[in-house]
């Protein structure tokens, strides 16, 4: 049940800009907040301003997103002055608020409002915050925890220490069973940024090793061979190793090796991915190929485009390494392979084949190199449409970090969905204590 655009069951339609409906899953866990406040009221979304952002920063602490419950207030209009609502306000709204109860089996309610409505307690906060109680939902009894409204955090420390355990206990509540046999690491944006580690992520790594818990570094980044990765990962204070690095070059050179054995290749790639192939036993050609390989060639040329058009367009297949379509760099992102994989196929009506991330393949072969299934490996990266969507493809569990290119808005509009969302991999040591 939804009020309509022009309710007019109470005052409050007289001063609102719009009615703030709920975001995020029904059932499971339902988050209620008081009455919506200035930025809510213009959005439509409530918990969008600094009290929304505290939220989400709890939240994702302890790996989960708004995406992942649902978030509401008692009522759907904002009060002039942002006042409390009245009694009577609150009970016109009161059918609504319950209609998004009904699948719910935790209630967090978020301030004094909420709890005052919901489990008719006015007193201080400090003597019920997080201590779950029982409340009716349409004559079924349902788990109800009170807590501190985000904005009361922001100058109180006992508040957002309690207001963070709470986000603790919703984590518990709706923790997946998941299964660390491995990990698959993304590098940009997951590891690393540039020439910078992601905070915390070399610990991450030595609690894998200490763990005995294997893992293998993934990238669809064809621009260097597998052992520039690996150098690069030591200069930063990583132990890793070449073994410990599977680039989507390595993914295609095996796809042609296996399923294109014997057929000659012409590379749009840099100097070493090519020497990377031809060590490999890729027959390597300059004219009238079997195939076009088309990586993240930073030194392409007007020349090497032309020639592999041509290529193509006499028929030559067209296999591309990975379909991203930027490249994360320290401060910003570069051009990827994506815009010459569709000017190729746009220009040689033709469609490439592409081998790395989200194709399978490469969490397959991940897989195998550390001597686990599939299905128990974790892909953890940054990009929806890449490391995600690979994990989601496959069947296999996915942790999204937020240190790269995904941010809250791109995931809450996603349907791609991770298993967990993590600030960055500095968070997955807890995680994996807490779910082992």
Same mark, same amino acid.
């Given at each position: 049940m939804r009020p309509? *655009?022009?309710?007019?069951? +109470?005052?409050? +339609?007289?001063?609102?800009?719009?009615?703030?409906?709920?975001?995020?899953?029904p059932g499971g866990v339902v988050l209620v907040g008081e009455a919506p406040g200035e930025n809510e009221d213009e959005q439509g979304r409530p918990f969008v301003g600094r009290s929304g952002k505290i939220l989400s920063d709890m939240m994702s602490r302890h790996g989960f997103s708004r995406s992942d419950v649902m978030i509401t207030n008692t009522v759907k209009c904002?009060?002039?002055?942002? $006042?409390?609502?009245?009694? %009577? #306000?609150?009970?016109?709204?009161?059918?609504?608020?319950?209609?998004e109860l009904q699948s719910a089996r935790l209630v967090v309610g978020l301030g004094k409002s909420a709890c005052r409505d919901l489990?008719?307690?006015?007193?201080?906060?400090?003597?019920?915050?997080?201590?779950?109680?029982?409340?009716?939902?349409?004559?079924r009894q349902v788990d109800f925890m009170p807590t501190y409204h985000p904005a009361a955090t922001i100058y109180n420390k006992e508040a957002r220490a309690k207001l963070d355990e709470a986000?603790?206990?919703?984590?518990?509540?709706?923790?997946?069973?998941?299964?660390?046999g491995g990990f698959m690491l993304d590098m940009d944006g997951t590891i690393?940024?540039?020439?910078? *580690?992601?905070?915390?992520?070399?610990?991450?790594?030595?609690?894998? $090793?200490?763990r005995r818990i294997p893992f293998v570094f993934l990238t669809n980044n064809s621009s260097h061979d597998r052992g520039f990765y690996s150098d690069k990962l030591r200069r930063l204070g990583f132990d890793a190793s070449e073994k410990d690095v599977l680039t989507s070059t390595t993914a295609t050179i095996r796809f042609l090796i296996s399923e294109r054995f014997g057929r000659t290749v012409y590379p749009v790639a840099v100097?070493?991915?090519?020497? =990377?192939?031809?060590?490999?036993?890729?027959?390597?050609?300059?004219?009238?190929?079997?195939?076009?390989?088309?990586?993240?060639?930073? @030194?392409?040329?007007?020349?090497?485009?032309?020639?592999?058009?041509?290529?193509?367009?006499?028929? %030559? =297949?067209?296999? %591309? /390494?990975? *379909?991203?379509?930027?490249?994360? /760099? #320290?401060d910003s992102y570069d051009i990827d392979i994506g815009p010459f994989i569709r000017m190729f196929e746009q220009m040689c009506q033709t469609t490439a084949v592409v081998i790395g991330k989200p194709n399978r393949l490469m969490l397959e072969m991940a897989a195998? =190199?550390?001597?686990?299934?599939?299905?128990? @490996?974790?892909?953890?990266?940054?990009?929806?449409?890449?490391?995600?969507?690979?994990?989601?493809?496959?069947? /296999?569990?996915?942790?999204?970090?937020?240190?790269?290119?995904?941010?809250?808005?791109?995931? =809450?509009?996603?349907?791609?969905? *991770? /298993?967990?969302?993590?600030?960055?991999? %500095?968070?997955?040591?807890?995680?994996?204590d807490r779910l082992s």
């Open positions: 309509e *655009p022009d309710c007019r069951l +109470c005052g409050l +339609c007289e001063g609102r800009t719009q009615v703030v409906y709920p975001d995020g899953r904002r009060p002039p002055g942002n $006042r409390d609502p009245s009694p %009577a #306000e609150m009970e016109a709204c009161r059918p609504f608020l319950q209609s489990m008719g307690y006015d007193g201080p906060m400090a003597q019920v915050a997080n201590r779950i109680v029982s409340i009716d939902v349409g004559g986000m603790g206990m919703v984590a518990e509540r709706i923790a997946p069973d998941m299964r660390f690393y940024k540039g020439g910078q *580690p992601i905070p915390g992520a070399r610990e991450f790594i030595s609690f894998l $090793r200490e100097p070493g991915v090519v020497r =990377e192939m031809d060590d490999a036993g890729v027959p390597i050609v300059d004219e009238d190929p079997d195939i076009v390989v088309l990586t993240f060639d930073t @030194t392409i040329t007007y020349e090497k485009i032309n020639k592999a058009f041509h290529f193509v367009r006499n028929g %030559a =297949e067209l296999i %591309a /390494t990975h *379909p991203d379509d930027l490249c994360p /760099t #320290e195998r =190199e550390m001597g686990v299934r599939p299905d128990d @490996t974790v892909m953890v990266g940054d990009r929806l449409y890449t490391d995600i969507a690979m994990a989601d493809r496959a069947g /296999t569990q996915s942790i999204l970090v937020l240190s790269g290119e995904t941010d809250r808005a791109m995931l =809450e509009s996603s349907d791609v969905r *991770p /298993t967990v969302t993590l600030g960055s991999v %500095a968070d997955i040591p807890s995680l994996v």
